[in-house]
């Protein structure tokens, strides 16, 4: 017991001298962050987002309904990547660690199968939303 304790000291000992060491190596003025090609970078973005978002809301005709419609598309886009993630994960629970227990392969199954049903739902929500507020609203 004296041992783990004494070993995660010392872990904590090191790491919180790295950290400290990792912020004094690379602290920065504020003058040197605004001169940077990564404030530049941000300050483009930013206009690039509230470019998109002034195309929802006047698309949609209204603040709320044009931010809802373009936070739904982000979610939309962002959606693929983390659910193709999720059902690699879940193949790799049912088919591979699944084989020798059957517990393993259920939880991989229910892993398939959700994120399998929240792909559909951001890939369809969007859809939806345009249908009842263009569609219903007039």
């Known amino acids: 017991m004296l041992k783990k304790i004494s070993v995660i000291a010392i ?19 504020g003058n040197e962050v605004l001169q940077s090609d990564q404030a530049t970078e941000l300050v483009e973005i930013k206009e690039s987002t509230k470019g998109k978002l ?5 698309l949609y005709g209204s603040t709320t309904f044009g931010l809802v419609a373009y936070i739904l598309n ?21 088919y ?3 084989i020798r227990k059957l517990d393993v392969r259920d939880r991989g199954f229910f892993l398939i199968i959700t994120f399998v049903t929240i792909l559909l739902i951001c890939q369809v929500l969007p859809l939806v939303f345009a249908i009842v507020v263009n569609g219903w609203r007039g």
């Open 96 to 98: 591979v660690l699944g």
């Open 74 to 94: 982000i979610v939309r886009i962002y959606s693929i990547p983390f659910c193709f993630v999720g059902i690699a994960v879940g193949s790799i629970h049912q």
């Open 11 to 29: 872990i904590f000992i090191v790491l919180l001298c790295g950290f400290a060491l990792y912020t004094k190596t690379f602290a920065v003025t």
């Open 54 to 58: 002034a195309e929802y809301v006047e």
